[in-house]
């Protein structure tokens, strides 16, 4: 069995269980639509290969294999319009949960780590933009990726960089507190309030102190080391992302951008699941 055959199964089995549709048809039966995770499927194989709607739906064609995994016959596959369309009704929700359910096939350890990184709108002509009023250029993505398995498990999009980082890890940290023990980040996150908010989730605060006095020196010296030194794991997942799956999302509205950086996750933890 092919890496993309492994993928696609794993990726299938994932979007049939959290949209509930294990026994469906993916095809449509009776004059009824496409199944959910048909559409979720070809999304991820979409930024699985890298491609455009046409070409995955073309690519799809050649691989009659890899359309029977997702359930469908060469001459069932949808219109690539179709497909584009299908992804405005993917909503962010259930996202979060293909996330969560595709961070499971890592068995996640319980630290966390979390921090930023920004991804490219792609480019768009310069009429586009004036009557869109497209002229934010990059989004602010915040992940939270667990230190053992370079999984992510958690994402975070923004058009602005508006607000505190360290509210923003508070929200995410909420999402996920029972599914963590620790979490470490850079002093861009020091915040008192932030490391009392965690420790009322039971989430161990692994966040240095900047240094203005004495005493922070001690606050850092009771700091798992080994621990706090993981967080460099979020770099090296960012990095592994952008490199095997782009720097810069398709999509032009921005809620479509944050669906497509959420499947980017996604596809990230499958890819590294099947991984020989």
Excluded at 179 to 207: C, F, V
């Amino acid at each position: 069995m092919t890496q993309i055959s492994r993928f696609t199964e794993r990726c299938v089995s994932i979007a049939q269980r959290v949209t509930g549709e294990r026994g469906e048809s993916a095809a449509p039966e009776g004059g009824g639509g496409f199944a959910d995770y048909a559409f979720v499927s070809i999304h991820c194989l979409r930024i699985y290969l890298d491609t455009s709607y046409r070409m995955t739906i073309d690519l799809l064609k050649e691989m009659p294999q890899i359309t029977g995994e997702i359930g469908l016959d060469v001459a069932d596959l949808p219109h690539p319009s179709t497909v584009c369309k299908a992804f405005d009704r993917i909503e962010m929700s259930v996202c979060r949960v293909l996330l969560r359910q595709s961070a499971q096939l890592h068995d996640p350890s319980k630290h966390g780590a979390i921090d930023a990184t920004f991804y490219e709108r792609s480019a768009a002509s310069r009429h586009y933009c004036q009557r869109t009023s497209y002229r934010v250029q990059k989004l602010k993505v915040t992940k939270l990726v667990d230190t053992d398995s370079q999984a992510v498990l958690d994402v975070h999009c923004s058009t602005n960089r508006e607000g505190s980082d360290a509210d923003l890890a508070e929200q995410i940290a909420r999402r996920n507190a029972g599914d963590l023990q620790s979490l470490a980040a850079d002093k861009g996150y020091d915040k008192q309030s932030l490391r009392e908010s965690l420790r009322d989730l039971g989430i161990r605060p692994l966040i240095k102190h900047r240094i203005f006095a004495p005493y922070d020196h001690a606050h850092n010296a009771r700091i798992d080391e080994q621990r706090y030194n993981q967080r460099s794991m979020t770099e090296t997942v960012n990095s592994a992302v952008k490199r095997s799956l782009g720097f810069a999302v398709r999509a032009r509205s921005w809620f479509r951008e944050f669906r497509e950086i959420a499947l980017m996750c996604v596809v990230y933890n499958i890819k590294r699941a099947v991984k020989p």
